[in-house]
């Protein structure tokens, strides 16, 4: 007698819509042209746009080279071929710093080893990747300003915690995700790369994330989505790559994503 709607409703006392993305304006040039990427072992001659407003999906089985990708993006692994462009200049992401600078933001997979400092607290977590921002001239931050920011970020994305001072571990999974989330959007991003944003994240969670994500999009933010949730994909992308052995082997534009002609591409 019961529906998915239903189990969603009784779980989340809410009703929860899947709206798909539809994007409301597309810049006219790409903010990212990656064009024959390659790191060894991992992918090869990998060639795909981002473009402002959009939200690109890459999808694959694991071993695919979509997380290794995500990685030489951000600076993490560095490619050892091919070319990354930003605003049409090439440009060198050797590090995560560089990456930074360059205003491109990462969530990770795995929150707890690579998103966030589990024993600091949520305030910390958030201003992370923004504490130049909000130091002094010589360098000095006041632990009041950190929680007002954080204050600030915790209200916009509903991130249940009456004290941002609490550390970040006493929050659930969907709660933490939206702190790593939270940290990047505290800063100026032109590309956000998220690799798996709902993983461990309850369905209500999961839900606000997409609704957060496109809203992103339609304000004008470049994003791109790595994630092996066909469903993730299919709802919260505009176009989407497909992966396999390292290769991109599939590409599907708006009308033409489904599960089912991912899983045809895949298999």
């Known amino acids: 007698e019961l529906t998915r709607d239903d189990f969603n409703y009784y779980m989340t006392g809410r009703k929860l819509e899947n709206i798909k993305f539809i ?4 810049s006219e040039e790409p903010i990212l042209n990656v064009k024959n990427l390659s790191l060894k072992n ?22 695919s080279g979509r997380t ?18 930003l605003d049409g200049k090439e440009i060198k992401i050797n590090s995560p710093i560089t990456a930074q600078k360059m205003k491109i933001g990462y969530v990770p997979e795995d929150r707890l080893t690579e998103g966030l400092c ?15 921002r909000l130091s002094s001239n010589i360098g000095v931050i006041k632990k009041q300003d950190l929680l007002e920011d954080a204050k600030i970020w915790v209200e916009k994305l509903s991130i249940a915690t009456n004290n941002p001072a609490n550390k970040v571990s006493t929050l659930s999974g969907g ?3 939206k702190v790593v989330l939270s940290k990047w959007l505290s800063t100026d991003l032109d590309l956000l ?14 839900q606000d994330i997409y609704n957060l994500v496109q809203s992103l999009a339609h304000e004008g933010l470049a994003i791109i989505v790595i994630s092996d949730d066909l469903a993730e994909v299919v709802t919260n992308c505009n176009r989407v790559l497909v992966m396999k052995e390292g290769r991109i082997v599939g590409k599907l534009s708006q009308d033409d994503i489904t599960e089912e002609e991912i899983q045809n591409i895949i298999s």
């Open 175 to 177: 709660n933490q995700q």
């Open 23 to 26: 994007p409301k304006k597309i």
């Open 193 to 206: 790369i998220l690799n798996g944003p709902t993983v461990g994240v309850d369905i209500g969670a999961k």
């Open 42 to 63: 991992h992918y090869e001659d990998i060639s795909f746009e981002v473009r402002k407003g959009e939200i690109l999906g890459i999808t694959g089985l694991l071993g």
């Open 118 to 132: 589990l024993e600091q607290s949520i305030s910390d977590n958030i201003t992370l990747s923004s504490l130049k």
């Open 68 to 85: 290794e990708l995500a990685l030489s993006l951000f600076g993490i692994r560095k490619a050892d071929g091919g070319h990354v462009y």
